[in-house]
């Protein structure tokens, strides 16, 4: 699976993105996805993921009310929408997928297969 990821930019505080995630290669086969972040001197976190049906989800506390993940099956593509940012939001953002964790949603980055290159977004107070 090739995942690409395209959205990230410079917006003021309280403004929105929302980022794509497209996948190519082995589309056909079922797995979960995940968007993480990673700041400067910081670890990578998971901010939301993703089942495979869509049914599930799981956002960071950090995120919650603020971002929503949804993904669009024929397209082969997931979506991150941020809402209200904040300078802490500041990061680069990468997508990734996993094929063990397809319904069972997981956080932990080891449990992720691909990755995509990630996409900076910046937050100006």
């Known amino acids: 699976v090739q995942l690409q990821a395209s959205g990230g930019g410079l917006v003021q505080a309280g403004g929105s993105l929302r980022l794509s995630c497209a996948a190519s290669?082995?589309?056909?086969?079922?797995?979960?996805m995940g968007w993480f972040r990673q700041a400067p001197g910081k670890e990578r976190e998971c901010v939301a993921a993703?089942?495979?049906?869509?049914?599930?989800?799981y956002y960071a506390d950090s995120v919650k009310g603020r971002f929503t993940i949804s993904r669009d099956s024929a397209k082969n593509t997931v979506y991150l929408q941020m809402n209200s940012l904040k300078p802490e939001d500041t990061a680069v953002y990468y997508c990734?997928?996993?094929?063990?964790?397809?319904?069972?949603?997981?956080?932990?980055?080891?449990?992720?297969?691909?990755w995509g290159q990630g996409t900076q977004v910046t937050v100006s107070s």
């Open positions: 990734a997928a996993s094929l063990a964790y397809s319904e069972v949603l997981t956080s932990q980055h080891s449990r992720y297969n691909y």
């Open positions: 290669g082995r589309t056909t086969s079922r797995y979960g």
């Open positions: 993703i089942s495979w049906s869509g049914g599930r989800t």
